[in-house]
Every structure is written in C-alpha cells, then in structure tokens.
C-alpha cells in the first residue's frame, strides 16, 4: 500500500499523524459525561383528563376516552397508547427519533379539534412525563429542635428547590412531607349575597389562595369542596386571604364566601396520618427525605451530579444548623466502584496481552510494537466517544476493555510476518514492504469485517438501542483505528526496531511452535482425508442449534446489583387512623430488624398505607439469601404481597411496570368485545392460572361492579312547574355532596346528572339524605331535590384500561421460590391456550414484554450480523464461494458455544448477544487469513494441494497468536466483583470460551471447505 510505504520512509509524518487524534482524546477525555448508562426508555406523553370524576368508567370510556384516542391517530412517532378510566390518564409512547416538544404540541392541536365533542367541562393538560425510574441519590433533612411544622415550612422553602437548580439533576421529589391540610367549601348562600356563582369563582380563589403561598390539591377546577395545602399553620391566615372579584376592582376575603375547616398534618393529600419513618432504624422527630433523580439529558454527569450535591450539603448545614442534611444512599459510589474495577480488569487484561505475545515473539522490540496500539487506539476511541455524543458508562467502557484483545491482532499480523522475513536474512525494510504486500489485504479485510458485525446493532428498534449503538460504534471504531495504525504506525516501528538478533528464548519458542505447526499439519491431513465424514459432522454439530435455542434460557437486561433493595408489605386492612398505621409500621420494623446488622444504611417509611424501606447492604452478604429471608419474615409477620427489588445500576424507564419482583410478571387479557363481557371472563381465567403448578398467586380485578354510579334524571315538566334553573340542581348538588361524590353534566338528549360514589370510600358508611338537597328558584324558594327528579344507581368497573385501544384487564401472577419470571413465561406460554375463552388473548407488560421484545431482537442481530459480513467478503474477495468458506465454521462455532452456555448455565442476555456477534468477526478473521493466502499461492501457479497447506502453515501461528490475546483479553471479565459480574462475566465467557471453539473449527473447517469448494483431492 502506498500509504504504508510513505510512512515507512517518513517516520515524523507518521508520528505526527498518530499523535493529533491522541492528543485531542487527551484533550476532551474531561468533557465526556460520566454514567451508568445512556437513557433507556420510551419518551412518554401524558394526557390528563379533568373534570371527569362523576362520570362512570364506561361513560369516561366511551365519551371521553375513545374519542381523544381516535383524533391522535394521524399523529407520526406514537408507538403505543394506553388509557386508564381510573387514573383519568391517556398515555403515548412516543418513538426516540421524535422530536417530543413537537409531538406536545400536535397531540394539543387534535385535541382540541374536538373540544367541542366532549362533554361539558371537560379539560385536559398534555405534558411529558416526569417519570424518572430510580432515584439516584437520597437525601435525609432532620431536625431536633424545630416544631414540626416551622421544619416543613422552613425545608419546603429552601431546600427541595437548591437541589433542583443542580444542572445535572433532573428531578428532586419529596417522599415522607408533612403538610398543614385545610378544607375550603365555597358557600352558596354567602356567594349569592354578593351575586356571585361558584363557577365563576372557583378559578379566581385558586389563583388568590395561591398568590398567597397556598398550594390547591382538589381534585378538578370545577370541584367543590377542595383541599389546600398550607405552607404555614395558620387557618386565620388563609381564612383573611384577599380574594378578587371577576370583571372588578372589589375584593373580599375567603371567609365571606366560603367555610374553611383545618385538617390533620399528613404526609399524602389523600389521608390523614403523620409521617412515620425511621433514619437507620432510629426514629426521628422531625425528617424528609428527598429522591434525587440525575437529568436524562446524554450530557449530564453523575460523578459531578454527587459532587455538586455533597457541597450543597455542607453549605445548607453551615448555613442553617437547626436542619441538618445527609446522603442516606449515592448510586455514585457503586459507579466509583465499577470504573475502578473495569480500570483494574483493563490493566490486568493488558499484562496478560503482554505475556501471551512475548511468548509467542520471543523479543522485547517485537513484544512492544503491537503493544503500542493499544493505548494508540483506546485514546483515539474516547475521541469518537466525544464526537459521538456518548459517555464513559458500562457499555463504552465494556466496549474499550474488549478492544484491548482486538486492537493488537493487526499489528500483531504484520509484526509476525515482518519478523518472519527477517529470520530469513531479510533486511527489515524489505521485509517490511513484502510484509505490506502480503498481509495488507487481510489486515484491511478483517477490520472492515470485525467492524461491520455491529452494523445490524445500530438498526435494532429496543428500548436498549441507544446502549447498543454505544456499544456497537465505539468497539467497531476502535477497530478501525488499529487497522489504521497497523498500515501506518506499525510499519514504520517494524523497519527501524526490528532485527535478525536472536536468543535461546526466541529459539526455544520457534522449536515448540515449529512442533506444535508439525502436529497441527497432521491433524488437517487426518480431517481432509475423510472430509465427508466431518463435512457430516459440523452440518450435524450445526443443526443441534433448534436443540439448544430451547435448552437455553434468556434473561433482560437489568440483573447486576448493587447492593441496594426496595422492600414493601401491603397493609392488611382498610383503617386509615394513625394508630392502626403505626402499628403496621412497627410489625413491619420489628420483622426487618434482626437484620439490621447486614445493612450498611436504612430508611423506612409507611406511604398510602404501605410500609416501605430502602436498604443498603454491606460488602460480602449473601444478597440472593438475606432477601429471601427479609421476604419470609415480612410475610410471616402478617403482610400480604410482599416484594423485594434489586435496584439495578442500569435503570430502564418504560410506560409498564418495569419493576416487579424477579419471580413476579404482569399482562394485559386483552379482548375486541364489551368491558362486561372481558371482567365476566376474567374470575373464569383467574382460576384457571391459579391452577397452574407453580403459581402461588394471582391478582386482578374480576369485579364489574366494583363502584357504585348514581345518575340523577332530571324531570323537565317538574323543573318547569317549580321554575327551577337546571344550572342551579348542579351547583346545589356540587356543593352538598361532599368529599365523596363529584357531579358532572353529560350531554344527553335528557338532562342527566352523573354521581360517582365509589364503595371503598371510608365516608360510604356516613351518606347524606341526597333528596333533602335545597335547590333556589326563580322565586327565591327552596325547592327539596326530591320533587325535581330521581336518583338511579349503576354498577361500574374500578377502571376501564385499553391498550393502542383495545379493552384489556391487567393480571399479576406471582411463581413460587425458584420459579423466575423467564420460566414463568414459558409456564404460561404452554398452559394459556387451554385457559383462554374464544375472543380474548393476552399481551405482557414490563419485564416481561421487555424480554420479549430483547428475544426477537437477538436472533434478528445474529442472522443479520451474519449476511453483512457474508455480502462484504463476497465484494471483498469478488467471490461467493471464498465467502461461504470463511464463514462455513462460523455457525457451529455459535452453537458450541451456546451448548457451553447452556451448560455453565449462562443465560442469553444482551452482553452474551454483543459477545456472540462479536465471535462472529472473530472466527471469520481466521477463515480470511487462511483463504486469502491460500487464494494468493494459487494465483501464483502452485498446485492446490500445496497451496492448503503452505497456506495453513504460515497462518497458523498469527491465528494462534491473535486467538490467544483476544481469550487472554477476555478471562479478566470472568472474574469481576458482584455489582457488575452480570455484564463483564457473560460477555467474558462467550468470547473467552467462543474463540476457543472458533479458532478449533476455522483451522480445521476452513481448509476443509477450501478444498471441497475449489475441488482440491488428496
């Protein structure tokens, strides 16, 4: 190549040329962000409907629901829809290619194309979603001298918003606060002293009230009575709030037009109960705690995320020592931990790549030019990171510790060929040239091939996409780098530090690689002699893959730990007072706390009811154990549905429950009838997955009337008689229905008035005499509800839930011990088809559809993998037939190495898959070395049986040199510690143990095929 051949006469361009890309790694390498991983996650928007609550579920559905659905359906990028009549919530996946922003903006246009189709009322707010999977970092505030609410005030104020203002946090949310609640009912009657409405001041008290440092919590615009959050204790002070008039420059103060009532300190809008937690298993006086949730922006860091947030800290505790402030829990620390690991893996992956290649030179010169490629192209890489818009996380850095093994084996080719012409009597540059002659074409042929195996990588539609195009650009430029140093760098070294000097070393090396050439030679002689029995065995070998794709298992992405656990316990019972709450809290303290000596930091709260803890465990405990135990003692204390959850280092953020318990998986019953009809069938399917060996439990709602719907016809020809406005029967039962009912006007050919009262409500029991309701008329009379209508009572679903429209039911089915929710799959998969009813059919959610979406990724990146590189050989080689020969070992090379996953008991995750398209590359490059030379010996007019062999003879000591650097590249990875032996160690023994077999069938297979294709006897 004439741009070696320049190098090798221009030493100072070539330095010049190697260093520029290095230095300006050098350069950006404290600009590139630092975590985890990249954002992996649907972009969600959500769509909240107000005004809604005294419709039916089938009413919300059908009117409401429906509708907005249809209108978004010429919306580009929506992936899927989901909807939740309960939750008065419509949820769009949106795809990552998408701009969301824009996407917002559309959904809000079609909506309101069909305002004026919706019920009376109705309103929605469309916004991205603010869901940020697992917190980051938890911050604990304390007090020990502050009455509690002067602390909550004084925290409120100040601290949650310092945090927010941290450029590389994305969210900061509160977890156990305590609020002053107060009740405000606007009064009709004081209203009507002032000839105003409720309507038109319901909007106008919200805003005042707010002015004041107030926060509203009621339920919709429209809706009276309505809650308050206070930022202060004084109901005098939010009764004297200065309220302004509509169209006027009159104000009056709230307690003119409305009765205000205080409520409790509570730590959720919904119930009326003091926050109880433990620091540590300690209780505190006075505490909250804030979740910290790093930005999902690419650029953000969350080494400098835990920094900033440390010196905040010490800042907020000097500033104010009457709150005092600490970090309970730092995903940071876990990622100190894995970079150091991965630093120490690379070093000791490098010293092993040292010792394998001296072993095989013999000489300290010819040991330290390939070496010097490695930091070459690792500097050169973080360059493309930087470029790229990555960051240093588990992929990219996976990624540069695999390239230490990949990065030498151009190098390594021509150093060997250079010095093997040398030992001839060869001068070095001479030998240098034919060196460039005879291996340039393989060393460009291979790094496009090994680099084009992550091509298919970059066009997989998974949610882990973003990590695997990371993955799959950072490995494959590094490639190509080392090809670019092996032309350029590499020959300029070989011809000015090499030389004929030999030692006994050297000599001892060539005699125990001459003999194990000699018995390498008599093998292939063995194989090519009867090559159709061995042409038998490897199309056989082959075809076991519909054997082991079955025996082996596969797993998501999400199984390293980190030491840190979610644990809760459903509450038995449906009491919300404070005593019966604290004591729940206790039983569930009193279970955890034979345990506290295995944790390094706790926090438990109780939240709607549940009890709950972070815990943090310390270095060496048995994690899988203790949280069975911890598990085991829940229950047995008497809590129902008990879960534990590894925090994962790699968060994956998606619209389904992603975080179920590892022998727990949710799905949808999904059916194109009535809602009816599908809850009917539902208790029918229930009890046939309760049979099902191995299912301990099942969960879902099989009850159609689970709620209660009144609906208030009204009697126009009695309206009329009594001249009573049908406006005023709205606001007189909006007013007087209290908490527990919420009126909204439907649009009907009759006036018709919807209640909803849901049975589980706690004030179900205390119900108001509704007919005894005093609505005004046009004489100033009060006229009894009861004279101008009547009340009918409906059943109605909890929820009506649909998915991209379809009515669907979620179940949880929760395994026994043992039983993970991979082999639950498989258990329902084979059992569902005998259960299911004609018409209804099931679809999962969360972990479950993400392993399925992961399993009919893998086999499309494999096949895909494959044709790419077939297709770039045949163009390559200008031959399909050179091509199928390289590739001919590749597939039993594959399934040898699943059978031996299968057998170690390594499951198919996305590491063993980037390990597996990697092999692909790596035991191609061995067919190319051989065919390549082989095709050029023919070409020079030798005889094909000489060709072979001669061939095979020169190439088995580089393939044996570069197989052997790439395993001793990749045994580190094996051996990891826990937080990350998941990813290193799956990825590690596929290629460790995958080169092995490859480099076994590419010496044997290859010149087998060879000689079959191109019809050489024996």
């Known amino acids: 190549m004439k741009l070696s051949e320049i190098c090798v006469k221009r030493p100072v361009f070539t330095i010049v040329i190697t260093l520029i890309p290095i230095l300006l790694g050098f350069i950006v390498f404290t600009n590139v962000p630092v975590k985890f991983a990249p954002f992996l996650g649907t972009a969600t928007i959500i769509i909240q409907v107000n005004n809604v609550d005294g419709m039916s579920e089938e009413q919300k559905n059908k009117t409401v629901m429906r509708p907005i659905l249809n209108t978004l359906g010429t919306i580009k990028g929506i992936e899927k829809t989901t909807s939740s009549t309960q939750k008065n919530q419509i949820s769009l996946d949106i795809s990552q290619d998408v701009d969301i922003d824009d996407t917002v903006t559309q959904v809000n246009n079609k909506i309101n194309e069909i305002k004026d189709d919706l019920p009376a009322g109705v309103a929605t707010v469309v916004a991205k979603s603010s869901t940020q999977g697992m917190m980051d970092e938890i911050i604990i505030s304390k007090s020990d001298s502050l009455p509690f609410i002067p602390f909550i005030n004084d925290y409120n104020l100040r601290i949650p918003d310092l945090f927010n203002q941290i450029n590389d946090v994305g969210a900061a949310n509160n977890v156990v606060i305590g609020y002053q609640n107060f009740i405000i009912k606007l009064n009709p009657f004081k209203l009507a002293y002032f000839n105003l409405t409720i309507d038109e ?11 004041d440092g107030f926060q509203t919590t009621y339920l919709s615009q429209t809706d009276a009575p309505f809650k308050v959050r206070a930022m202060n204790d004084s109901i005098d002070t939010l009764k004297d709030t200065i309220i302004h008039i509509p169209n006027s420059d009159k104000t009056i103060l709230l307690k003119d037009i409305a009765d205000v009532y205080q409520g409790k300190i509570n730590s959720d809008a919904k119930g009326t109960i003091d926050p109880i937690v ?15 949730y790093q930005s999902k922006d690419n650029k953000t860091n969350l080494l400098n995320m835990s920094e900033q947030t440390g010196q905040l800290i010490q800042k907020l505790n000097k500033q104010s020592p009457s709150i005092q402030s600490f970090k309970l829990y730092s995903k940071s620390d876990t990622l100190k931990e894995v970079i150091h690991s991965v630093v120490e893996t690379l070093i000791i992956a490098f010293i092993l790549v040292v010792i394998v290649i001296y072993m095989f030179l013999g000489k300290v010169k010819a040991t330290f030019i390939p070496l010097i490629t490695v ?8 360059l493309i990171i930087y470029v790229g818009g990555f960051s240093f996380d588990l992929f990219t850095l996976l990624a540069l510790l695999l390239a230490i093994g990949l990065v030498v084996d151009d190098a390594i080719i021509l150093v060997e060929a ?3 012409g040398i030992e001839k009597g060869i001068k070095p540059f001479e030998a240098t040239y034919l060196a460039i002659k005879k291996v340039a074409f393989s060393i460009i042929t291979m790094s496009l091939t090994l680099a084009s195996v992550y091509i298919p990588l970059a066009f997989t539609n998974m949610i882990t996409s973003p990590a695997l195009v990371e993955f799959a650009v950072v490995l494959a430029g590094s490639v190509l ?26 000599e001892k090396i060539n005699q125990t690689l001459n003999y194990t050439t000699k018995m390498y030679s008599q093998g292939v002689s063995f194989v090519l002699s009867r090559r159709l029995l061995f042409i038998s065995l490897v199309i056989l070998g082959s075809l076991s893959f519909f054997g082991v794709i079955k025996l082996v298992s596969i797993e998501n992405l999400t199984n390293e730990k980190t030491g840190v656990y979610l644990v809760q316990g459903t509450y038995q019972g449906t009491d919300l007072q404070k005593n019966e709450m604290q004591k729940q809290f206790n039983v569930f303290k009193k279970a955890l706390l034979p345990f506290k000596n295995k944790f390094k930091r706790s926090l438990l709260w109780s939240e709607s009811m549940n009890p709950m803890g972070v815990l943090i465990l310390k270095d060496g405990v048995d994690q899988d154990k203790l949280m069975k135990n911890i598990q085991s003692a829940v229950t047995n204390s008497g809590f129902k549905d008990v879960f534990t959850y590894a925090v994962p280092p790699i968060d994956i953020t998606t619209s389904g429950p992603s975080k179920e318990p590892n022998n727990q998986l949710t799905f949808n019953l999904q059916s194109s009838g009535s809602v009816q009809n599908l809850y009917r069938q539902t208790s029918q399917i229930m009890k046939g997955i309760k049979n099902i060996k191995g299912v301990t439990n099942v969960q879902g709602d099989d009850n159609y009337n689970a709620k209660l719907v009144s609906n208030f016809v009204i009697n126009k020809d009695l309206v009329r008689k009594y001249k009573v406005n049908e406006s005023k029967i709205y606001d007189a039962i909006k007013v007087s229905s209290g908490d527990y009912m919420f009126p909204t006007k439907i649009k009907t050919d009759d006036f018709v008035m919807k209640l909803y009262m849901s049975v589980e409500s706690r004030y179900f029991n205390k119900p108001i005499d509704l007919y005894s309701i005093q609505v005004p008329n046009a004489d100033g009379k009060l006229i009894p509800l009861r004279s101008l209508g009547a009340f009918k009572t409906e059943g109605s679903p909890k929820s009506i839930e ?18 993970s929710y991979v082999e639950g799959m498989k258990l329902l998969n084979k059992n569902m088809p005998n259960i299911l009813p004609e018409g209804i059919s099931y679809d999962y959610t969360g972990q479950a559809e993400l392993l399925t979406e992961n399993s009919s990724s893998f086999g499309y990146v494999i096949l895909a993998s494959f044709l790419v590189i077939y297709l770039l050989l045949a163009a390559q080689f200008e031959s399909f037939k050179d091509s199928f020969i390289v590739l001919f070992s590749v597939p039993l090379t594959l399934v040898l190495t699943l059978w031996c996953c299968y057998l170690a008991g390594v499951a198919l995750n996305i590491y063993a898959i980037l390990g597996l398209a990697t092999l692909i590359g790596l035991t191609a490059k061995n067919g190319i070395l051989i065919t390549e030379y082989a095709n050029q010996l023919l070409s020079e007019g030798k005889e094909g049986k000489v060709a072979i062999y001669e061939a095979l003879k020169e190439r088995f000591r580089p393939i044996l040199m570069t197989s052997l650097v790439m395993i001793a590249g990749a045994i580190p990875l094996m051996f990891q510690a826990e937080n990350i ?38």
């Open 201 to 211: 001041m319901i909007s106008q008290v919200r805003d005042d009230i707010a002015r």
């Open 278 to 292: 433990t620091v540590d298993f300690k209780g505190v006086k006075d505490i909250a705690a804030l979740l910290l």
């Open 375 to 382: 930091p070459t192209c690792l500097l050169s890489t973080i």
């Open 418 to 420: 250079v010095d093997a």
């Open 481 to 506: 780098i080392s090809a670019f140093v092996a032309l350029t760098l590499t020959p300029m070294m070989c011809a000015r530090l090499l030389s004929a000097k030999s030692s006994k070393v050297t």
């Open 802 to 819: 649909m998915t991209n429209s379809i009515i669907t039911n979620p179940l949880t089915v929760t395994f026994a011990d043992g039983i």
């Open 981 to 1018: 032996r998941v990813l290193m160690h799956d990825i590690g023994f596929v290629i460790a143990i995958g080169v092995t077999i490859g480099t076994i069938c590419s010496l044997f297979v290859v010149p087998l095929m060879y000689c079959l294709i191109k019809r050489i006897k024996f």
